[in-house]
């Protein structure tokens, strides 16, 4: 029931009181929905929201950061490691404050990530035009950059007058509860429009719980997956990350040990499963494990959970080659659901692997011995394999490496890979800890080699793969789960880290306890190892000085520039984290390694360890092959070459529907 009760509020005071009053609830769970905003004040966003979030501080509190794609990272790490059901709101001023908002919110909607982001807009009133950091379209008068949003948001609202708070606000809230839909949340709020007042109903603020809903499966489809399953004989399941997000571990277990069904995951999916068992395999696809591969080539029925299958996972559609192989799914959003012409059961993973499990264990289904024997044997083969790769006590011996490569391993200082630096990170690992990757070689080789299990989380991002993503994710976690005790650790590229390092310095100032790993391989080097597969030769990607002056000027006509093959950069990456507050600490040896985790695990704040590991090293390969096409037309010989061997793998792609 309403009453006439009103209270005068600004745009942005009414948003503020607004947004601290909202609460989600998740099985019984009741917390806050927004329990924090983020944001970097200018002239578009600070005598509105910054007057208002000022006024409302104790309730909805104020982290202030460096740069705002940095600030919309911090919120989707922080809505993952929350298991979505919490958001963080930011705030940007107009312009390039508010554009430089747009990849975050582009890797929050492709991940289904819940963030509500606040960009500051062109004045709507307009009498003052054209005003400071405005966009004059010619032809589109109200088109503003904030317009940029649209296509990577979930939703989009441009606040023009105060009262359409009433129904945007809740319209932004149910995307961000809704498992199906959610992503990126923007309202756009016009600089003057944010200080102008309306008289709002008094039950607008009143607190209101938001229901994140578990989608019931249908009955009837859960009974067709079971009978594909009872006439399967080597049935795989994929696990995605709707399994992490639907808190469906323990009933994937279940199914998996109770039936005997292997288990895959996907980067999304990495430490769906938590039990170290003989069906647990680890990551698929083109960055996943041998044994994985091998096992989801000879399977029959694959079933999805929680995916949406890209490329990397299916190896470009060239990794199940059994003929007449089945796909099944099980989704809470139907165009992910149906993908490789799957059967699909439309619902909520941890209601839908209960249901499954119950009628296969009802009807007596299990796997034969002789696929449980394929699935062990792969893992036996494969799991010396990688102990060795990460054993960080026995010395690379670079010669002998250097005769097996194709690639020129390079002399620098480093005497460990890349690869034994995860095994120290794995020995460290206690139960509680989270380790972070989004880009570059870190997320692939911790989808092949970590071991998620016992408690110990990989959060991995690689939905959109951005650069930068990793160090404010690493915030976002620390913020979700602020126990000290449960470190958290960001494995990030050397590359990586130049490109976006300055929330170190919130992480200082929010007294953040994140640590920083870089392994120090001077360039870009996972995008050289592919360019070695399909061009040949390195071209821009190693971190290398130029043999002389470049030319634009063009005094040098038609001569060849000088390249960038001289000695690698002198780069210090201690110096760099130090200067930016963190504890920083250089480590080369193994021994040093361990005593720098030791000696920072407590450390209340950022801690950066360099370490240079050996370029060029990389972990042993998947075994499956990526759609990346070598130039159909070249005079060099080696691209010819590798355009034959790229054709040659296009006949092991399918069309699976």
Known sequence: MTSSRTLRLTTAQALVRYLSRQYSVADGDRRRLIPAALGIFGHGNVAGLGQALDQYAEDLPFVQGRNEQGLVHIASGFAKASRRRAALAVTASIGPGSLNMVTGAALATVNRLPVLLLPGDSYATRRQGPVLQQLQHPIEADVSVNDAFRPVSRFFDRITRPEQLLTALPAAMRVLVDPVGTGAAVLSLPQDIQSHAYDFPLEFFAERDWAIRRPVPERDEI??????????????????????????????????????????????????????????????????????????????????????????????????????????????????????????????????????????????????????????????????????????????????????????????????????????????????????????????????VWAATDGRTCHLEFGFSCMGYEIPAGMGVRLANPDPAKRVVVFIGDGTFLMSPTELVTAGQESLAVTVVIPENRGYQVIHRLQMGRHGREFGNEFRYRTGALDLAGEKGAQQQPRRDGDYLEVDLVEVAHGLGARAIRAKTADDVRVALDETRQHNGPVVIVVPVIPHVDLPGAGAWWDVAPAEVSEDETVQRLRREYESGLAKQLWLG
Do not use: C, M
């Not at 929680?306 to 139907?334: K, M, Q, W, Y």
């Not at 264990?361 to 449980?372: F, K, L, N, Y």
């Not at 002998?400 to 194709?406: C, D, F, G």
């Open 223 to 448: 009974a067709v997956l079971a009978e594909l399953f009872a006439t399967a004989s080597r049935p795989l399941i994929i696990a995605g990350g709707g399994v992490v997000y639907a808190d469906a571990r323990t009933e994937l277990e279940r199914l998996a040990d109770a039936v005997g069904i292997p288990v895959a995951e996907t980067f999304a999916g990495k430490g769906a499963v938590r039990a170290d068992a003989w069906w647990q395999l680890g990551g698929i696809g083109l960055e996943g494990n041998p044994a994985t591969n091998e096992v989801a080539r000879a399977a029959d029925l694959v079933l999805t959970v929680g995916s949406r299958l890209t490329d990397f996972a299916t190896a470009s559609h060239s990794l199940f080659t059994t003929p007449d192989v089945r796909f099944a799914s099980i989704n809470v959003e139907a165009r992910d659901g149906d993908r490789l012409g799957a059967t699909s059961v439309l619902g909520d993973a941890k209601l839908a692997l209960r249901a499954l499990a119950d009628a296969l264990v009802a009807a007596g289904v299990t796997t034969s011995t002789a696929w449980r024997d394929t699935v062990t044997t792969a893992k036996a083969g494969w799991l010396p394999v990688r102990a060795a790769a990460l054993d960080a006590d026995t010395p690379v011996d670079v010669n002998a490496l250097r005769a097996q490569s194709t690639d020129a391993i390079p002399d620098t200082d480093a005497v460990l890979t890349q690869g034994q630096l995860i095994g120290l990170l794995q020995e460290h690992a206690q139960k509680g800890d989270t380790i972070v990757a989004a880009a570059g070689g870190p997320p692939g080789d911790l989808l092949k």
